[in-house]
């Protein structure tokens, strides 16, 4: 593993159902961070984990889920998936929390709920 | 509020310089970032401005001007691999980015 990885890479999903996005850092980050990218919207955080153990609501935190039980990963779940829900998801990651740090972006996931 | 506003889209000529500018309103301000992001691909880190200013890397400058609420991006010696979106993006009082819609730039030869 080199940087941050997404599985999967694309997703076609029923309304309804629940699907784990999975997210993995090998770079000792403490900061994670998932985003959506909308046409015609700037990226989108819905929920950030400073460190291991700790999660916060972003901007557009409804129908989503995350955990960070441990420093390399960070799960996101859709508990009961719905149209609006699709989108592109971006997984990142940074040193710290502060807003200086640069944010590394895994390759995304690309969901369509139908 | 906060907002952050950019053009949805700019042309320009391979080997020519382009101004990609963004705007910026927050009560609480701790930094400015750009971002590259080619068709189908993650974005990558560009810059970051905190201080009043130019920062110059290589065929990249990035500017600041916090008193105005404005930056911009100057590419110089266009290549065609330039041709992505350009995202900018500032860090609010709670050290997390909003981000703008994203420059699309079309480079023509």
């Known amino acids: 593993i080199a940087g941050i990885t997404q599985a999967p890479t694309s997703q076609i999903l029923a309304a309804g159902r629940r699907m784990t996005l999975r997210c993995t850092q090998d770079?000792?980050?403490?900061?994670m961070y998932w985003y959506r990218q909308d046409l015609g919207l700037g990226l989108r955080l819905i929920h950030y984990s400073n460190t291991a153990g700790t999660t916060g609501k972003g901007e557009v935190p409804d129908g989503y889920s995350v955990s960070r039980a441990n420093t390399d990963d960070f799960p996101l779940t859709l508990a009961s998936a719905v149209p609006s829900q699709t989108s592109v998801y971006f997984c990142?990651?940074?040193?710290?929390?502060?807003?200086?740090?640069?944010?590394?972006f895994g390759p995304g996931t690309r969901l369509t709920v139908l | 509020g906060q907002n952050i506003d950019q053009p949805t889209e700019m042309t320009a000529t391979e080997g020519a310089i382009v101004q990609i500018n963004c705007t910026y309103q927050?009560?609480?301000?701790?930094?400015l970032f750009w971002y590259q992001q080619h068709a189908g691909e993650a974005p990558t880190f560009l810059s970051y401005?905190?201080l009043d200013g130019l920062e110059e890397k290589g065929r990249f400058s990035s500017f600041l001007s916090r008193s105005k609420g404005y930056s911009y991006l100057l590419l110089k010696e266009l290549q065609m691999k330039d041709s992505a979106s350009y995202l900018c993006a500032f860090t609010d009082s709670n050290y997390q980015l909003i981000w703008g819609a994203g420059t699309k730039l079309i480079i023509k030869p």
């Open positions: 401005n905190v």
């Open positions: 990142a990651s940074s040193a710290e929390l502060a807003g200086y740090n640069e944010q590394f």
């Open positions: 770079m000792r980050h403490n900061a």
């Open positions: 927050t009560s609480g301000f701790n930094g």
